[in-house]
């Protein structure tokens, strides 16, 4: 697998490793085409299949011969939670400028229950 760094997402896209790297050109180009990160997101919510070939696409800074190949992979790929949650924190990362998110808060939570520090 290829070396990750902070922020890094790691996507499965037709059976092979991918890096998307959140970037300032990839937030500026998403966020463009759709109006804010919140409305990308929903996108993906919504298994939006341009949704997801466009933030790959910017977060694979794909150059426009490359890009028209995607479509393809993406099908090939299918639009599965396997997919779609590493995009959707993709674009959780992108909003937290390109930082990695803290860990799941829940668990924070139930780590302090867990130390008594619930009601009794």
Known sequence: MPQLTAGDVPITL??????????L?????????????????????EQDFSAACTIIRWGLNLN?????RLPDKVFETGLTSDLLIPLIRYVAILANGGKPLPDEPEQVVDDESAEGNAPA
Do not use: C, F, M
């Not at 037709?14 to 970037?23: S, W």
């Open 25 to 45: 050109r990839a937030i500026t180009q998403i966020s463009n085409v759709y109006g804010g990160l919140g409305k990308a997101r929903s996108a993906l919510v």
């Open 14 to 23: 037709a059976g092979e490793t991918r890096i998307l790297h959140p970037t």
């Open 64 to 68: 426009d011969a490359e890009a028209k």
